[in-house]
Each structure stands twice: as structure tokens, then as C-alpha cells.
């Protein structure tokens, strides 16, 4: 299965993209930890290397990666949705 972003861990809410991602594309990520996919509509560019909301986060949502809170949501972030230091405040020096 190709595959446009990984997620670590299946309770990750943002995969990292292994190569650009264009707005209006479908995209499978992979969960790394078992195997399985899921598709969502890209709503925004997404840089090689950088992270795409794998649902829907809420203003204020503790963002997890790594299986880990990185971050809070300083804004809504749609599924398919670039995060970044533009919607995502860094919680490691809080």
C-alpha cells in the first residue's frame, strides 16, 4: 500500500508526511505500530517532514505524537489539516 504520512502509535492524532502532500489530494497513512492505514482529504499543503491532523482536533486539545503530548492546539484543526507552530503551541516548556 503506498502510503503519503506515518503515524506512530494508533493513539497519535498527527502522522509526519514522507513526501509533500497537496491540498485536495487522498491520503493513506500508515499507523506504525499495527499496520493499518487511514485515508483522509488533504485541506492544506504539508511540507515533507511535517505533521497532518489524522481528525479533527478541537481548540485546546492536547496534541499527541510519539504516543506523547507535543503540544496544544492554539486553533480548530481539521482532519486532512497541516499543524505546525501556526495552530500548535509547544507544551515542553510550559
Known amino acids: 500500500m503506498a502510503h503519503g504520512f506515518l503515524i506512530h502509535v494508533q493513539a497519535d492524532d498527527v502522522g509526519v508526511a514522507v513526501h509533500d502532500?497537496?491540498?485536495?489530494?487522498?491520503?493513506?497513512?500508515?499507523?506504525?505500530?499495527?499496520?493499518?492505514?487511514v485515508t483522509v482529504t488533504m485541506i492544506s499543503h504539508v511540507p515533507l517532514g511535517h505533521k497532518v491532523a489524522v481528525h479533527d482536533l478541537p481548540a485546546g486539545h492536547a496534541c499527541i505524537e510519539y504516543g506523547e503530548i507535543i503540544g496544544r492546539t492554539t486553533q480548530p484543526v481539521r482532519q486532512g489539516e497541516h499543524?505546525?507552530?501556526?495552530?500548535?503551541k509547544s507544551v515542553r516548556w510550559a
Do not use: A, F, P, R
Not at 83 to 88: D, F, K, P
Open 21 to 37: 502532500l497537496s491540498k485536495g489530494e487522498q491520503i493513506t497513512g500508515i499507523y506504525m505500530d499495527n499496520d493499518t492505514g
Open 83 to 88: 499543524v505546525h507552530t501556526h495552530n500548535l
